[in-house]
């Protein structure tokens, strides 16, 4: 008998139904009368009467006038069981899905157990200028207009877009015209939409190696092949690229600071990249992530200010220098791609948030954006060192690499080192490093750890220091 608060109609419904399915009812058999059956279960009979109607609704069953209610005749003894197993998730994706499942989606997973103790690649939660950032969102919302409540535009907002020109013109020496400017969601976007746009499926692009993940998953998304070029103390080697894949329809490159190893393009490779995109009416994509922190020599300008033949798209984001979480970059294409580049973006997502976006433009606009990367810098500059004099106090078992900018750091493990374990072995201590071998498109030429220290506080560089050391000893670290 069912209990009260069930739905008598949908228990008898599914009952008959799972006994039609698997056979105990078969096809052609008689189903009880409605008021022997509501009598057997203890339901009223309308109850059984509209769960038989259900059934022949659905085609589960058919009503005989004075003859009773029979299980349909063209249904199976039993629902069909799988020949084999089900398939596994991998066994069912493409040979790209396979590929693109293959790829790290962040080379620092976020997960519960983890802070931000050696987190590379993403700025301090703590620096973030909650106050300034609330009154600007305070005075947009005010002010919200009327026309900002709809779809976004697929460019982004225009105030944004001439406060972004502005702002690469002081700091980065790139004219750019603000309709030349695309707002996306972050670098990848821009990256991907690029790929989608100048790649066939099957084309190749060069990518450095070890270098950006996420960039190199963007171009397998598009259905392009990755060439890995090796990415030395200089950055992407043009010369080895083109011996490689002289044909390459695009190449991906971060000039200023390659990732994870940060080498920056010298002139002469910079030259000999254009020289290379002309000729082959080939393209670049210039990620320039987090250009605002250099911590020797001076600033490197884009490789877009040298470009004279078009072939560059530049792409820079707000990530780093305030919060990936509001997915905020851009994208400098040149006129020719702009309707295109716009057109993707609004079949990408119909446009980015337009309260982040006019949240944004009015920090920028406030003058806030230049003294907080300021004041990043020099807070970031202290707790880099803060942190190498900590390895070389207490962790002799890693060799960091200095890295010119960025907000990372490379420490070398020993020759034959399990880096895999490495990580395991540090995650368990509460360090969110990642493993230098992800990174690498090929086989990996060297193990270590990327170590972040921009949401490593001064004050715990010591003990995060004796944390990795006990981790890499496989000792009783805290």
Known sequence: MFTPDQNRQQAVFDKLRQGILSGTLPAGARLPPTRALADELGVARQTVVLAYERLASEGYVRARTGSGTFVSPDLPDAAPAPATPPPTAASSLSHRGQQIAAVPVSAHPRQPTLGTLLAGGIPAPDLFPREAWARCAAKVMKTFPADLTGYPSAQGLPELRAQIAAHLAATRGLLADADNIVVTAG??????????????PGDTAWVEDPG??????ALLAAGATPVPVISDTEG???????????????????????????GALPIARRLALLDWAARGNAWILEDDCDSE??????????????????????CGTFSKTLAPALRLGFAVVPAPLVPAFVRACALNGRGIDTFNQATLA???????????????RTEYS????????????????????????????????????????????????GLAVSPLGAYYA?????????????????????????????????GNGK
């Open 382 to 429: 202290r707790r880099r060192d803060a942190l190498l004099a900590a390895l070389a106090r207490h962790a002799p078992s890693i060799l960091p690499i200095d890295s010119p900018g960025g907000l990372h750091m490379v420490g070398r493990l020993s020759d034959g080192s399990d880096e895999a374990g490495a990580v395991v072995a540090c995650r368990a201590r």
């Open 362 to 376: 009015e920090f920028m606009r406030q003058g806030l954006l230049a003294p907080h990367i300021r004041r990043m």
């Open 187 to 200: 670098t990848q976007q821009a990256l991907r939409i690029a790929a989608d746009l100048l790649l066939d």
């Open 212 to 217: 950006y993940i996420a960039g190199r998953g």
């Open 293 to 314: 922190f250099r911590w020797s020599g001076h600033p490197l300008p884009p490789l877009a200010t040298l470009d004279r033949a078009g072939r560059v798209i530049y």
């Open 236 to 262: 992407l080697d043009v010369a080895a690229g083109i011996q490689r894949a002289p044909d390459a329809r695009l190449a991906l490159v971060a000039p200023s600071h390659a990732t994870p190893l940060g």
């Open 442 to 474: 090929g086989p990996p030429r060297m193990t270590g750890l990327i170590m972040g220290f921009a949401g490593t506080p001064a004050a715990l560089a010591a003990d995060t220091a004796k944390r990795l050391e006990a981790a890499l000893r496989g």
